[in-house]
């Protein structure tokens, strides 16, 4: 399996209404360094919840933006170019079915490894001026997904982004952003994540919680819903 990157992303941050954000990125020309943490040059706002390891390039579907557009027609030209969602790829031809946990992709001279898939945030409701953004993306499953770097290297706008190796190909992100925001008490499915090594730890944390408490986790403050 191979796809084209149609953009490579980085940004600055930058004041976003009453919060400060890095979610306005900008394509980048040439070559851009990848390393553990993330491209050169890109930057993030709250380390706590954002970057790290596990959340070093984030990849959005391009495929996404017409769903978009007609859920949200009045927000056509943000929606019609790559970084509108914050993400560090841009391209056509995979989405949130066509990715597994665990994947190997080669990038450039890079190596990554699929780790999770988005968790959206109430910054994604300032960035569109939509009161209720991340509630949308996370009932529509599309959110993108997040890359760990195995090997440090090199990427550019164009190059082939090529799968090398498929781990668990019954766990595609489709089937994971199910069963964490809609049936998500099955036990047997939380139990198979929780064991999912390839899978970011706070992900398998979510699971292994659901599974000892039988409760899902408050959303609200996440999605920007309290108050």
Not at 19 to 42: F, H, N, Y
Not at 194 to 210: C, F, G, M, Q, T
Request: glycine letters at 10%; proline letters at 6%; hydrophobic letters at 45%.
């Amino acid at each position: 399996m191979q796809v084209v990157i149609g953009a490579v992303l980085t940004g600055r941050v930058a004041p976003l209404g009453t919060a400060t954000s890095a979610i306005a990125k900008a394509p980048v020309e040439g070559s851009v360094a990848v390393g553990p943490l993330g491209l050169a040059g890109d930057e993030q706002a709250d380390h706590r919840v954002h970057g790290g390891p596990d959340k070093a390039v984030h990849h959005y579907a391009l495929d996404h933006a017409a769903a978009w557009r007609a859920d949200l027609p009045g927000l056509p030209d943000l929606l019609e170019r790559p970084g509108a969602f914050g993400e560090n790829f841009s391209g056509l031809g995979l989405t949130e079915r066509d990715v597994c946990v665990g994947d190997l992709w080669r990038a450039g001279s890079t190596l990554l490894q699929v780790s999770q898939a988005r968790q959206p945030c109430f910054k994604l409701n300032l960035r569109f001026g939509v009161p209720d953004m991340a509630r949308r993306v996370q009932a529509s499953g599309r959110t993108g997904w997040y890359y760990r770097v195995i090997e440090p290297g090199l990427v550019t706008a164009g190059a082939t982004l090529t799968l090398v190796e498929r781990r668990h190909p019954d766990w595609p992100l489709s089937r994971l952003l199910h069963h964490l925001y809609v049936d998500r008490l099955d036990t047997a499915a939380l139990r198979a994540i929780a064991a999912l090594a390839p899978l970011a730890e706070s992900w398998r944390r979510i699971a292994a919680r659901r599974l000892a408490s039988g409760a899902v986790e408050d959303w609200r403050r996440r999605l920007g819903e309290e108050g």
